[in-house]
């Protein structure tokens, strides 16, 4: 970079430049080659971080179209498309994701692809292919692969790094292996097996500052404790269904209602927030916190006595949580995923 602003030092250009909207990014990138450079360069992310100036973006990858994350913006109420994701598996589900130093990182999982033929599904269960996205140069990069195959995983970005644990290998053999991924230097390092090894799927939670891995079904929960040395096991009495969250809070959707879990420490159980009667029909939902909203995002609507046909969406529903009254409104539909989520996440940019 040089001379990106006659008169003006380069720091400090790139600092205002830092503090321009993502959104606007690719018209800056037009101006000249030495703004294209500056835009895309590692040291603008930094100028951000610095400023105070960094968006929280939601990202999301549904079962149609194949391999297509989409960005949400939610100050302008708008997606945007990335460009189609590399891999050679074919609708890529099962997958972990987590968002560290303003890249989407893919972890994983394996095909969800049907041969229209025979009706067979792909043969890849599990894989260890890492991907990682850098929205600054708009481009997909293959990264170390995961020291096991693994699919339907608990995965969390902790500290600046990646932690997956539990899932199943590629025979469908649920496993007890924990890893943790260096960004900076692409190397992955092994940690200690969680306690208890179950024949579910389980998901990742970052709560008080630690990864909470939940198995589906089952109501306790591994903590990883003392900088990632040891795992422990709580039973909170946590409701079971999706869940995400919300300013430092874990909240659920069960039974048509949206409910905050509370740990032992307050009693356990749950304590109801909002009615949820409208997504009773609705199944294979993305749920996240963003900010203060809880998002609800695509799913379909299955067949019922009313309905005999299923209905992909791409609608996107958000509770405000804060208040004394939470309230439902409608953002922006997405423009190009719609029906399952496969997976949702944040993209700090």
Request: glycine share 10%; charged share 20%; proline share 5%.
């Amino acid at each position: 970079m040089s001379g990106l602003i006659d008169g003006l030092p380069d720091a400090v250009t790139l600092q205002c430049l830092a503090r321009v909207p993502f959104c606007f990014h690719a018209h800056l990138k037009l101006v000249c080659r030495s703004w294209r450079s500056a835009l895309t360069s590692p040291e603008l992310f930094r100028a951000r971080c610095e400023s105070g100036a960094t968006e929280e973006f939601l990202c999301a990858l549904a079962f149609e179209p194949e391999n297509v994350w989409q960005l949400y913006d939610p100050l302008r109420d708008q997606w945007l498309t990335l460009p189609t994701m590399p891999t050679e598996i074919r609708h890529l589900a099962r997958f972990g994701m987590a968002s560290v130093r303003g890249k989407l990182f893919v972890l994983g999982g394996g095909s969800d692809g049907v041969d229209p033929s025979t009706g067979d599904h792909d043969r890849i269960f599990a894989t260890n292919e890492v991907w990682s996205y850098d929205p600054f140069i708009c481009q997909w990069k293959k990264q170390a692969p995961m020291l096991v195959p693994r699919a339907m995983f608990a995965c969390c970005a902790l500290d600046g790094k990646i932690v997956v644990a539990g899932g199943f290998t590629n025979c469908r053999k649920s496993i007890s292996k924990a890893e943790i991924y260096d960004v900076e230097k692409d190397q992955w390092q092994p940690l200690p097996d969680l306690c208890h090894t179950r024949n579910s799927a389980c998901s990742g939670l970052v709560i008080g500052g630690k990864m909470h891995v939940l198995h589906k079904g089952i109501s306790t929960v591994q903590i990883l404790e003392d900088g990632g040395s040891r795992w422990a096991v709580e039973d909170y009495g946590w409701l079971q269904g999706p869940m995400a969250v919300v300013g430092g809070e874990p909240y659920v959707l069960s039974h048509c209602v949206v409910a905050k879990q509370q740990n032992s420490g307050t009693g356990g159980g749950v304590l109801v927030v909002a009615p949820a009667s409208d997504f009773q029909s609705r199944i294979g939902y993305g749920m996240i916190g963003l900010g203060d909203d809880l998002y609800v995002l695509g799913g379909v609507i299955g067949p019922g006595r009313m309905n005999q046909t299923i209905k992909p969406l791409s609608d996107v529903d958000v509770l405000t949580i804060s208040g004394d009254r939470p309230a439902w409104r409608q953002a922006a539909a997405m423009t190009q995923c719609r029906g399952s989520i496969l997976g949702c996440t944040l993209l700090r940019v």
